[in-house]
């Protein structure tokens, strides 16, 4: 039996969800916090890049997302 889960997968601008992940800080700051989570939690940026993300992409998608909150835990 699966638990239902709270946080939606879907598709999220990347500061939407930077903001999501750090709601108390600003747009800016949040974005580049969070793309320093993403570089550091290991493995994460080669599964992202393999599911299609790259530098210049300005979503993530659902597939995207879910690796994300496997990594790092639901915001």
């Known amino acids: ?3 239902e889960e709270s946080f939606p997968i879907r598709c999220y601008g990347k500061g939407e969800l930077a903001q999501i992940y750090l709601p108390n800080v600003l ?4 974005l580049k ?7 550091r939690a ?3 940026m ?3 890049e ?4 790259t530098p210049a ?12 909150v496997d990594a790092l835990g639901e915001p």
């Open 50 to 53: 393999e599911a299609g993300y």
């Open 46 to 48: 080669a599964s992202l």
């Open 33 to 39: 916090s969070f793309n320093e989570w993403l570089e």
């Open 57 to 68: 992409s300005r979503r993530y998608t659902p597939a995207q997302v879910r690796l994300i």
């Open 42 to 44: 290991p493995g994460l």
């Open 1 to 3: 039996m699966e638990l």
């Open 27 to 30: 747009y800016r700051s949040a």
